[in-house]
C-alpha cells in the first residue's frame, strides 16, 4: 500500500533556473539509471521474491526511489519553469514547452521515452542484487556529473543528497548479496563445467598502433588461472566434426587485407545497383 505525504524527503531550493540544466537533471527522471528505473525495478524484484528479508529491503529502497522521483521532478521542474513564458528558452526545447508545458515528463535528457527495457528483473536474488548495485553505481555517477555540472548551491545540496543515498543503498545491496552466503562465482544452480571455466583466452593479440601489448593481472594470472593463447590457432573440439587443428597463425598482410575489404565492398555496391 502506498500512502504520498505531503512533503518532500528532501528540501529543494533554486536561486535561479537554468532550464539547460532541468533538461540534464531529466536523465535521473526518466533515464536509464533515473529515479523511476530504479523504483521500479527494486519493486517489482520485491514482488516476485518470497524471502521476507529480502523482500522488505528491495520495497524499503524501491519506495525511497520514489521519494527520490519526487524531489529530482521537483527540482527538473523547478529549472524548466522559463519554458512556460519565455520564447527563447521554450524554442530550446519544444518536447518540453510546447508537449509539456513547461513541466517534467518520462523522457530522458534527450527527450526519449522512459521505457520498461531499463529495467533488469531475473528473479534470481544473487543476480538481481549485482544489477542493483550496478544501478546504484552508475545513478551515482550521474549525480556526481550533474553536481559537476551545477552552478545553483541549493540544487547542489539536493543533489549531494541524491548522490549520497546511492552509496547506503549500494551498501545494503552488497551487504544483502553477502548475506545469501553463495561463493563470489555461485550464480544459478548448475555447475559450469570444470577446466573450462578456469581458462582465460587471448584473444585480443599484436601491438596497437599506440605500443598497446598483452597485459597479465589478476584477470588472467595466478590462482586457478589457465592461460590460453591464440586460442583461435589451437586444437577444437566439434561435436560433429570430431577434433582437428585450426591452420597455424600466419602474420597477417595488412595491405592486402586492405585492398581485399576495399574490393568486396566496391563489388557489393556494385551488385546494389
Ligand atoms: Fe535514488
Known amino acids: 500500500m502506498y500512502h504520498h505525504i505531503k512533503k518532500l524527503m528532501y528540501t529543494v531550493n533554486v536561486a535561479t533556473p537554468d532550464p539547460r540544466f532541468g533538461n540534464m537533471l531529466l536523465e535521473q527522471f526518466g533515464g536509464a539509471n533515473g529515479e523511476l528505473a530504479a523504483a521500479m525495478q527494486y519493486s517489482i524484484q520485491g514482488l516476485n521474491t518470497t524471502d521476507p ?27 524548466l519553469k522559463p519554458l512556460k513564458t519565455d520564447r527563447e528558452a521554450a524554442e530550446r526545447d519544444p518536447l518540453i514547452a510546447i508537449c509539456g508545458g513547461g513541466g517534467v515528463n518520462l523522457y530522458n535528457s534527450e527527450g526519449n521515452a522512459w521505457t520498461a527495457d531499463y529495467l533488469k528483473i531475473t528473479g534470481e536474488p ?34 549531494q543528497f541524491l548522490m549520497t543515498r546511492e552509496i547506503t543503498h ?13 561463493p563470489a562465482l555461485s550464480i544459478g544452480k548448475l555447475e559450469p563445467s570444470p577446466g573450462i571455466v578456469d581458462q582465460f583466452f587471448n584473444d585480443s593479440t599484436g601491438k596497437g598502433d599506440d605500443g598497446e601489448v598483452d597485459m597479465r593481472g589478476p584477470w588472467n594470472k595466478g590462482g586457478d588461472w589457465e592461460f590460453v593463447s591464440n586460442p583461435a590457432f589451437t586444437t577444437v573440439r566439434d561435436a560433429e566434426t570430431g577434433e582437428r587443428e585450426s591452420d ?18 566496391h563489388s557489393s555496391k556494385q551488385k546494389r545497383k
Open 248 to 265: 597455424a597463425p600466419s602474420l597477417p598482410n595488412v595491405e592486402a587485407a586492405s585492398k581485399a575489404a576495399a574490393s568486396d565492398s
Open 53 to 79: 528479508g529480502l523482500k522488505d529491503l528491495l520495497m524499503d529502497i524501491g519506495t525511497e526511489e520514489l521519494s527520490h522521483l519526487e524531489v529530482i521532478g521537483t527540482l527538473a521542474r523547478m529549472h
Open 126 to 159: 544473487e543476480v538481481d542484487l549485482r544489477s542493483n548495485i550496478a544501478a546504484e553505481a552508475r545513478a551515482k555517477i550521474v549525480y556526481e556529473r550533474l553536481i559537476n555540472f551545477c552552478d545553483d548551491p541549493g540544487s547542489k545540496e539536493a543533489l
Open 170 to 182: 549500494m551498501k545494503a545491496f552488497m551487504l544483502a548479496l553477502d548475506s545469501l552466503g553463495r
